[in-house]
């Protein structure tokens, strides 16, 4: 069984930093693309970043160059780093590994991001 496990996040000011630390158990490498998602209060659960096992990124346009999603094969870890935090980012941060066509999907429980205004 799979499970993954954020840590990371907590209470920043504007325009400060956090890293968002997903630990895999069993291997990263065999799980295709690990994302992280967010859902603030009242909205719907969003894409933010994800990677490929071959390294490819993607990211939604409203943390592209603030935010950084990487992932260590050997610590079975996924990262997202995220600078310039800004009151919207403010939401739960959620880890996620899934299959290229979605024959398996795995989430952590969730870490909160909180960016007063």
């Known amino acids: 069984q799979v499970q993954l496990v954020e840590s990371g996040g907590g209470l920043v000011q504007p325009g400060g930093s956090l890293r968002l630390s997903c630990a895999v158990s069993?291997?990263?490498?065999?799980?295709?693309?690990m994302g992280w998602y967010r859902q603030a209060p009242g909205k719907q659960r969003e894409l933010v970043a994800s990677?490929?096992?071959?390294?490819?990124?993607n990211y939604a346009d409203s943390v592209k160059g603030r935010f950084t999603i990487s992932r260590d094969n050997v610590k079975n870890t996924v990262y997202l780093q995220m600078n310039g935090l800004k009151p919207e980012d403010t939401a739960v941060y959620y880890c996620?590994?899934?299959?290229?066509?979605?024959?398996?999907?795995?989430w952590g429980q969730g870490t909160q991001v909180t960016v007063p205004s």
């Open positions: 996620n590994g899934k299959g290229l066509y979605g024959e398996y999907e795995h």
């Open positions: 069993g291997s990263i490498f065999n799980i295709y693309i």
């Open positions: 990677i490929f096992r071959g390294g490819t990124t």
